[in-house]
């Protein structure tokens, strides 16, 4: 016996086991990422090429279990490592047939014989009585260091089970599609069964050989009296059957992304992704895959908003796609956000308390310092309240907000909730912020859009469950909900919901040159965001985030459980209520004398208060202003310039430099001298009316102007000086305009502003128009190139000109 302990110590020494041995269920290159609910999302191979997806015993069917001792190893958990009686019964048959009838190998021999094949110094060794004997050697060296458990858990894991798959678990999924703690009788008995001869029984390849060595074992089980014979009946019946075994990925890049994060803390990775609904987003992303062009990528990203834990991850929408750069990650490709940007800004102009939800904006022509931004459709509204202004997503309204907020304030709030704007080196944040001029991920842009569900915090979406909540406020309770009612309804108070099935907030964004569309839907429960383009960055012409990205966040939204979302009225922060407010003051009706509210429109206000409207840029002295009206002797005037009493000649409004003769008396009435007779012509009165911002006087109907502004105008007078400064709007000197492709001319929309006469457009010196003062808009139609010298000039000698060129 000591020359025996002695023999194997020396073996022990001289032929250490294989570092697999000790390292249990992991193997080095091993790696399976979960989804939350244990799925595997991807697996990597191990260094020595097999796939295989860690386990420990007590998660592995008790059937299995039961099935694999019964079968392989009666005597496991009592003998040494080898097992005498079989083995004496195996050299037996052997003399009596003249070949192997049954091999009396142990568990533990198997795991030697499995740990020798996958030692890449030694390899598959020729099946003769040396290689028998050295098997019970390593065995009996197992047994010797490791406990029973630490040998099932190397059988578990490494038994082969045909081609690159070894361990029950991997071939569980691979095979039959579920995790092995849940396998039925039939399943448990193939799985046995396949480590006799995986090449040949494999249930993808030979069903029919896969079948009847399941019927083997289940026989064996029934003979052994270890399960019912009305069990293994039933299991009999089941049909094996296995699709063939490829790889079978969901969310691969967000796989990817997690082994790069993991390297070095396991070979299991668990993350935050809803298998169920991931699979559901993929087969949403190849539907909709069809009907874009081949180079054309789609990323998708789905987070839930009470954790932040990311539940569907698309980096693109076919990753065995090449031709679409399938292996670029657009979740976290840095692009150009369009609009998407825009209910930020309001956001922050609403918590700053310079608007309320039907602040009166001006959607015309206007140059910004140089920079004159046009609307996606090419035309302008006039008049816009703020939710008119973002559900339309209209861009001057928000280029004039972001100038008055400041571009460097503005991209230094978004950067403190984690939305980065990239800039190009040397750059600095301007107005083109808002329209896309900066580059953000679409990560970024959802973790920052869950603040409107969240009263008004963001968060980083959280891709692995012991990820760090990281919450950052980005607006106000108040703000979020009333920039979601804007998104989700026109946030207009009162508006019953107009979809009748998820309801959500919306918002889309394309980027300059069409090269990234994008669509960002916020539910009760889920923010999930869209992005469409070429990794490349080539533009796609017509491709635009209302025609392309949306239309999928339908799609994905329709493919989310019922309880996405409710259609319940949404419960109301303590910090917002419903105001009346007037037009073009915008202050609330109840402040607002009945003389001026020329408008009445209903709105979301924040902490009771309504902020007026914001200054005119073209006249920065405010809205309420003042003018003489003249009425004949005889005549009286009214609070709102209306003449009364017996006379029947109209009063009128006294002209730019006239009223600066008027005097008042003490009754508040004057009289007016006109030229050098200071001739008595009859009464003037200053009459204060509340006037809309300049450039919206094109857009203003009559009706909806004071009755002052009605009135016609005085006749001149001599010695008066024009008060106004006519400028041309619709044009910028040193213009270059360009015509779309596919036509032959270029048609501006040109008005003049500062002047009450009428006007006379000449185009190079001659006349191409004339219009109206402060009212009609001129349609000039350019055609071929050159530089040209557009003039404005009015009754009064104002003039502007502007020279421009077209190419």
């Known amino acids: 016996m000591a020359l025996l302990l002695c023999l194997l110590k020396s073996f022990d020494l001289l032929f250490p086991l294989p570092a697999a041995a000790f390292q249990g269920a992991a193997a080095p290159g091993t790696l399976v990422v979960l989804a939350a609910d244990g799925t595997p999302l991807r697996t990597w191979a191990s260094t020595d090429g097999a796939l295989r997806h860690p386990i420990q015993p007590e998660a592995v069917s ?153 019927d083997k074992v289940l026989t064996r089980m029934t003979t052994l009296g270890v399960w019912p014979a009305a069990t293994v009946a039933d299991a009999r019946l089941e049909r094996v059957f296995a699709p063939p075994l490829k790889a079978r990925w969901l969310a691969p890049l967000a796989a990817e992304r997690l082994r790069q994060a993991a390297k070095g803390k396991g070979p299991v990775v668990h993350s935050t992704l809803d298998a169920a609904l991931q699979l559901r987003l993929e087969q949403v992303l190849l539907d909709r895959l069809i009907q874009l062009p081949p180079a054309v990528s789609v990323a998708t990203l789905v987070v839930e908003n009470d954790s932040l834990a990311v539940r569907g991850y698309a980096g693109s929408a076919d990753f065995s796609d090449n031709q679409r750069s399938a292996h670029v990650d657009m979740v976290r490709g840095v692009r150009s956000p369009g609009s998407t940007l825009k209910p930020f800004l309001y956001a922050m102009a609403l918590d700053e308390g310079l608007i309320h939800s039907e602040s009166l904006l001006v959607d015309a022509p206007q140059s910004f310092g140089g920079y004159a931004p046009g609307n996606f459709q090419a035309s302008f509204s006039g008049p816009v309240s703020v939710s008119e202004a973002l559900q339309r997503s209209l861009n001057v309204p928000a280029v004039d907000l972001l100038e008055r907020i400041g571009p460097a304030r503005f991209a230094a709030h978004l950067r403190n909730a984690a939305l980065k704007l990239r800039l190009p080196p040397g750059a600095t944040p301007n107005l083109s912020l808002i329209l896309g001029g900066g580059s953000t991920t679409l990560e970024e842009l959802v973790g920052a859009y869950t603040a409107l569900a969240r009263a008004g915090v963001a968060g980083q979406p959280r891709l692995t469950p012991d990820a760090p909540a990281v919450d950052t406020r980005l607006m106000s309770a108040g703000a979020a909900f009333i920039v979601r009612e804007i998104l989700e309804n026109g946030g207009r108070p009162g508006a019953p919901f107009k979809e009748t099935g998820t309801r959500v907030a919306w918002k889309t964004g394309t980027s300059f040159g069409f090269r990234d569309a994008w669509a960002i839907g916020v539910t009760d ?53 419903a105001q009346d407010i007037c037009w073009p003051l915008g202050l609330a009706a109840s402040a607002t004398p009945p003389e001026h509210c020329r408008m009445r429109r209903l709105a979301w206000t924040l902490d009771g208060t309504a902020p007026p409207t914001m200054p005119d840029r073209l006249q920065p002295t405010g809205l309420l202003d003042t003018a003489w009206v003249q009425r004949p002797a005889g005549n009286t005037v009214n609070h709102r310039g209306k003449a009364a009493g017996g006379g029947t000649r109209p009063a009128v409004r006294l002209r730019p430099g006239c009223a600066a003769a008027a005097a008042t008396d003490t009754a508040g009435a004057a009289q007016t001298a006109f030229g050098s007779g200071a001739t008595k012509t009859g009464v003037a009165q200053a009459i204060t009316y509340a006037r809309w911002p300049t450039l919206l006087q094109p857009w203003i109907e009559p009706a909806q102007r004071s009755e002052v502004e009605r009135l016609p105008w005085g006749p001149p007078c001599r010695g008066g000086t024009p ?61 071929g190139p050159g530089q040209h010298a557009l003039t404005a000039m009015d009754a009064a000698g104002q003039y502007q000109q502007v020279v421009f060129s077209v190419r």
């Open 525 to 577: 429960r889920y923010t999930l965001g869209v992005w469409v383009g070429r990794p490349d960055g080539t533009p796609n012409p017509g491709f635009f985030g209302a025609n392309t990205a949306a239309p999928l966040v339908k799609d994905l939204l329709a493919a989310l459980d019922a309880s996405a979302s409710s259609t319940a009225p949404r419960a109301l922060p303590a910090s917002v209520r």
């Open 723 to 783: 008060a106004r400064t006519l400028r041309i709007s619709g044009l910028e000197p040193g213009s270059v305009l360009r015509a779309v492709p596919g036509t032959t001319g270029i048609t501006v929309q040109l008005q003049a502003l500062g002047t009450i006469e009428a006007v006379n457009w000449l185009l190079d010196g001659r006349l191409v128009g004339t219009t109206q003062p402060d009212a009609a808009q001129l349609r000039l139609l350019l055609q």
């Open 62 to 214: 008790p059937l299995y279990l039961e099935a694999l001792r019964h079968y392989e190893d009666r005597w496991f958990d009592w003998h040494p490592g080898i097992n005498p009686v079989a083995m004496l019964r195996a050299l037996g048959q052997w003399a009596w047939h003249g070949r192997v009838v049954s091999g009396g190998s142990t568990l533990t021999m198997q795991v030697a014989r499995i740990l020798d094949m996958n030692d890449p110094a030694r390899g598959p060794a020729p099946r003769t009585v040396g290689t028998k004997l050295r098997q019970m050697a390593r065995a009996l060296q197992l047994e010797w260091h490791l406990s029973k458990r630490d040998i099932l858990t190397l059988y578990l894991n490494h038994a082969p089970m045909g081609g690159q798959v070894q361990g029950i678990e991997m071939a569980s999924r691979a095979y039959l599609g579920k995790t092995a703690v849940s396998l039925s009788h039939a399943e448990a008995a193939l799985l046995v069964a396949l480590p006799q001869s995986p090449s040949r029984l494999r249930p993808d390849r030979a069903p029919g050989l896969a079948q009847a060595a399941r």
